[in-house]
């Protein structure tokens, strides 16, 4: 018999509504999948312009001159300013609808994307990864809400997982792109800024064809039937969404620790990866995002499998069971990705560490999305997520700075012990040979391998102590701009509310 703190984990056998998940899947109208695709391409474009910098680091340290470790502040400031456009955003999807705020989210993407490959200095480009961060900020929560609110209750696991691995995806062609193009282009690297721009207007126009999402169409009518004005909707959702931030003020803190955690797992496995195996492993800037690609070619593994198998998964054992199940799989494959020294096995090891990491992000948008009060899909997923950013914006910049900072202890006192508790034991410091020639050079592997380590297992506990709504019937809910629409149990007119309550309340014991 299992562990109870294991059987918790597990929904409830009346909670377990997935028998018909293939025909499901089968019975989907054109207009549904073409909402979920759509939002996973502005997942995927939100990814591939995001990591056009984390692929370029070297690049850019030489073209403004500063080094490395000062680049990453323009990450650092994108992950700051990301709060900033969930709040906005979110709070436009919730109130007007998911089209045209995702439509003007994406154009803004693509605006600062493109302003990107255009700036000279080094203050110019802080100025313009800050600007994109609040428009980046406003994706996935736009997205995700979109996506998942327009399935069947059956299908949204396996949604889950697929959609989240767009952000993978994004990774994946950006890789490819800063391998094959940039090279031979007369621009360099600002290629790979204006590609991601093009890419997300062609996004940005698809979601513009699209109509509105099926759940805000049935309550603007509802509304419209009643009279009701501009002011007075706008005039409820304020009332709507101070009464829901009162009776779920708890719930927000543990989603913003929750997703410290996650963002923390992905930031620190990938951001800094093409500089590791340059810079300790000692590959050429080629090899590197030749290993990046394999390593993350685990993005359309995941999509099919381990991210979707993960997300299809968690709608049997259930999202926390599946979370940790994933982690478990993080931290048994993190020595293969930092001891070896040559391509194959340092690949492997990237490979199954993308693996876990994916598998578990693919549960967090089904996740979120059955946690957050119901009318509030698009703003409290989305702020969760990116105040979760937000602490872990500095993830690589406590990396770089780690092997900096042991860097200066080993330039001050190289052959003395004094600090061997600290930076020689931590081994901060390792020897590779380039050329034939033996070079002392930072040791991101022990920084990487620890900092894994350590926040799979926060993540873990937090994902364990956490509660689950699973198969919540969030789409059978009021909008936010409806009277009533900030109460759990608020439900749009002429559905069955007592049998969706029930069902719902349930689901909240798990």
Request: one cysteine or more.
């Amino acid at each position: 018999m299992a562990p109870r703190f294991i059987a918790n984990l597990i929904p409830k056998r009346e909670r377990n509504t997935n028998s018909g998940v293939l025909s499901a899947l089968f019975s989907l109208r054109l207009i549904q999948h073409a909402h979920f695709w759509v939002g996973w391409l502005a997942w995927t474009c939100d990814a591939l312009d995001f990591f056009s910098v984390s692929l370029t680091l070297s690049t850019l340290a030489t073209k403004f001159n500063v080094t490395t470790a000062s680049v990453t502040t323009a990450i650092t400031l994108t992950l700051l300013f990301r709060s900033v456009g969930a709040i906005i955003f979110g709070i436009l999807s919730d109130r007007f609808g998911r089209k045209w705020p995702l439509v003007f989210n994406l154009m803004l993407c693509s605006l600062f994307s493109l302003a990107t490959g255009f700036v000279n200095t080094y203050p110019q480009f802080l100025a313009v990864r800050s600007l994109f961060g609040i428009a980046m900020g406003g994706i996935w929560g736009l997205a995700t809400s979109s996506a998942l609110e327009n399935l069947p209750v059956e299908v949204r696991g396996l949604a889950s997982g697929v959609l989240q691995e767009g952000y993978a995806c994004g990774y994946l062609i950006a890789s490819v792109i800063n391998l094959t193009v940039v090279p031979s282009s007369p621009y360099t690297w600002r290629t790979l800024f204006w590609f991601g721009s093009g890419v997300t207007i062609f996004a940005a126009i698809l979601r513009a064809c699209l109509p509105e999402s099926e759940v805000f169409m049935r309550a603007k009518a509802i509304e419209k039937a009643k009279g009701a004005t501009t002011t007075k909707k706008t005039q409820i959702f304020l009332r709507e969404t101070k009464e829901m931030l009162g009776t779920h003020w708890k719930l927000c803190i543990y989603a913003v620790l929750l997703m410290t955690g996650f963002n923390f797992l992905s930031h620190g496995s990938q951001d800094l990866y093409p500089t590791y195996l340059e810079t300790t492993k000692g590959f050429t800037t080629h090899d590197a995002t030749i290993a990046t690609i394999i390593g993350n070619c685990v993005s359309h593994f995941s999509a099919r499998s381990g991210g979707a198998v993960a997300g299809s998964t968690s709608q049997y054992i259930g999202r926390r069971l599946t979370i940790v199940i994933t982690l478990l799989i993080v931290g048994a494959f993190i020595p293969l990705w930092i001891v070896p020294s040559t391509f194959a096995p340092l690949s492997a090891g990237a490979f199954w560490i993308q693996f876990g990491v994916q598998g578990a992000w693919g549960v967090v948008p089904i996740q979120l999305a059955e946690l957050s009060p119901p009318a509030f899909r698009a703003t409290f997923p989305g702020v969760a997520y990116q105040l979760g950013n937000m602490v872990s914006a500095a993830s690589a910049q406590i990396e770089a700075s780690a092997c900096r900072f042991s860097l200066y202890i080993h330039a001050l006192e190289p052959d003395a012990n004094i600090w061997s508790g600290l930076a020689a034991g931590a081994q901060l410091r390792t020897n590779i040979i380039v050329g034939g020639v033996v070079k002392n050079v930072a040791n991101y592997a022990t920084v990487q391998g620890i900092f894994i380590g350590v926040v799979a297992a926060y993540l873990a506990v937090v994902t364990i102590l956490g509660p689950e709504h699973h198969s919540s019937h969030f789409e059978k809910h009021k909008t936010a701009f409806e009277e009533g629409g900030g109460r759990d149990d608020a439900f749009m007119e002429g559905e069955d509310a007592v049998e969706i309550r029930e069902e719902d309340e349930k689901g909240s014991d798990v």
